[in-house]
């Protein structure tokens, strides 16, 4: 089983692991673009706590981005 699939069974269709969908949120404001396995859209602050834990409970490092 992948470490992210805890997270994908949290959010459904909220996570986004398409490569093509996920390039726009590798891009900063300055630097060289990054790349991303997934991107997590929680909807609000429950399913965000959610995820940290689970994240953790997995050993799956986040980028928090806002």
Same mark, same amino acid.
């Given at each position: 089983? *992948?470490? $992210?699939?805890?997270? &994908? !069974?949290?959010?459904?269709?909220?996570?986004?692991? +398409?490569? +093509?969908?996920?390039?726009?949120?590798?891009?900063? +404001?300055?630097?060289?673009?990054? !790349?991303?396995?997934?991107? $997590?859209?929680? &909807?609000? +602050?429950?399913?965000?706590?959610?995820? $940290? &834990?689970?994240?953790?409970?997995?050993? *799956?490092?986040?980028?928090? *981005?806002?």
């Amino acid at each position: 089983m *992948s470490s $992210l699939a805890p997270l &994908q !069974h949290l959010l459904g269709p909220r996570f986004v692991d +398409e490569p +093509e969908r996920c390039r726009r949120y590798a891009i900063p +404001e300055r630097g060289a673009p990054g !790349h991303t396995p997934a991107v $997590l859209l929680p &909807q609000d +602050e429950a399913e965000l706590a959610a995820l $940290l &834990q689970a994240a953790q409970a997995a050993r *799956s490092p986040l980028v928090v *981005s806002a």
